[in-house]
């Protein structure tokens, strides 16, 4: 079936250790999305991929980067996580085409710092 | 800048019954798309319904339907027949018809429970 992929499922790193988290997707959608979602909070988006454009959301802090290096491939990667950073990351993707498609979610990487 | 409240927390309700789920939205614009997903627990986010903003005609999936009020930028679910696994966490969400990538506003959410 085609689906959103992410690796790992559960990822501990140390504080101020650089952690990247992998994401890939069989739907061939042109939109790839990262949110982070801390306990009982919604989803907060950082910065989507609109095919190799990337778009940062004002508020996303300058420790959060992100790789495209293919239609299939998304990376985020925390250069020095804090402890604040800990919570559920999720990927998600979706066509530009018109209908409001949604986004289709990964099963998310919960990340904890020690 | 789009908004959505959902004013419910936590919601229950007794295995069979019925619920409904509150969501507000506050846009200028006058095409757009309304979604809910649900959230279980360590669970991935899915789907459950979704309507667009020029149908008037209210979106139904199975047990699941939605009660869409343009005018009053309310889009509320009901889940008829409920069932322990509709246990999760429920987003409402607002998706802008314009623009290229179409992100997604979520509510805070509703944390449903269902009760044996």
């Known amino acids: 079936d085609a689906m959103v992929i992410q690796n790992p499922r559960y990822q501990v790193t140390q504080f101020g250790k650089p952690v990247t988290l992998s994401c890939s997707q069989t739907?061939?959608?042109?939109?790839m999305y990262w949110y982070q979602q801390k306990s009982s909070q919604a989803p907060k988006l950082l910065f989507h991929?609109?095919?190799?454009?990337?778009?940062n959301e004002a508020d996303t802090p300058d420790n959060f980067q992100s790789r495209r290096p293919n239609t299939s491939f998304c990376f985020l990667d925390i250069r020095s996580p804090g402890l604040g950073d800990a919570a559920m990351y999720l990927c998600?993707?979706?066509?530009?085409?018109?209908?409001?498609?949604?986004?289709?979610f990964g099963d998310g990487t919960r990340l904890s710092i020690l | 800048a789009q908004t959505v409240t959902q004013s419910q927390p936590e919601m229950s309700v007794q295995e069979a019954e019925t619920v409904t789920l509150s969501c507000t939205y506050d846009?200028?614009?006058?095409?757009?798309?309304l979604f809910w997903y649900k959230q279980p627990p360590s669970r991935q986010m899915i789907l459950v319904i979704r309507?667009?903003?020029?149908?008037?005609q209210n979106a139904t999936e199975n047990r699941f339907s939605v009660n869409f009020q343009k005018a009053a930028k309310s889009f509320s679910l009901k889940i008829s027949d409920s069932q322990l696994g509709d246990a999760a966490m429920y987003f409402c969400?607002?998706?802008?018809?314009?623009?290229?990538?179409?992100?997604?506003?979520f509510g805070s959410g509703t944390q449903l429970t269902v009760l044996p």
């Open positions: 969400a607002y998706r802008s018809a314009s623009g290229s990538a179409r992100q997604l506003t």
């Open positions: 846009t200028s614009e006058s095409d757009y798309y």
């Open positions: 998600a993707t979706s066509t530009d085409g018109t209908g409001g498609r949604p986004q289709h």
């Open positions: 991929y609109y095919d190799k454009d990337f778009n």
């Open positions: 309507q667009e903003a020029y149908k008037q």
């Open positions: 739907l061939n959608h042109n939109v």
